[in-house]
């Protein structure tokens, strides 16, 4: 299976900057596809982007427009998540995933094939 690697995560103050990125080890069919969730302690997880990689059409979940921007590599397998003006309640482990393709539902936790191990990011008021 394709595999994902988060980095970059880690301790701010409010209203500051982190950019985190991922891997994906191979693009298949079912890697068309690729995003963040966040999950705080105790909180479902949350979509914060999607991207279909081969348009690079990017849909950001509603907390984060206007602060968090994605962007992808020279090769398409390396997707980023730029966070600015960052907030506590961004505090979460943020999450990168694989999949096909779900339009409207991309929001959707379960329906994500291929999950990154995640990367904590803590913002301190």
């Known amino acids: 299976d394709p595999e994902l690697v988060e980095s970059g995560g880690g301790s701010v103050e409010a209203g500051g900057s982190l950019k985190l990125s991922c891997v994906l080890s191979?693009?298949?069919?079912?890697?068309?596809?690729m995003g963040w969730f966040r999950q705080a302690p105790g909180k479902e997880r949350e979509g914060v982007a999607n991207?279909?990689?081969?348009?690079?059409?990017?849909t950001y979940g509603d907390a984060v427009k206007g602060r968090f921007i994605v962007s992808q590599g020279e090769k398409k397998n390396t997707l980023y998540l730029q966070m600015n003006s960052l907030q506590p309640e961004d505090t979460a482990t943020y999450y990168c995933?694989?999949?096909?393709?779900?339009?409207?539902?991309?929001?959707?936790?379960?329906?994500?094939?291929?999950w990154g191990h995640g990367t904590q990011v803590a913002v301190s008021s």
């Open positions: 995933v694989a999949s096909p393709c779900y339009g409207s539902r991309w929001h959707e936790p379960d329906l994500f094939r291929y």
């Open positions: 191979a693009f298949t069919s079912m890697t068309d596809c």
């Open positions: 991207t279909y990689i081969h348009l690079g059409q990017t």
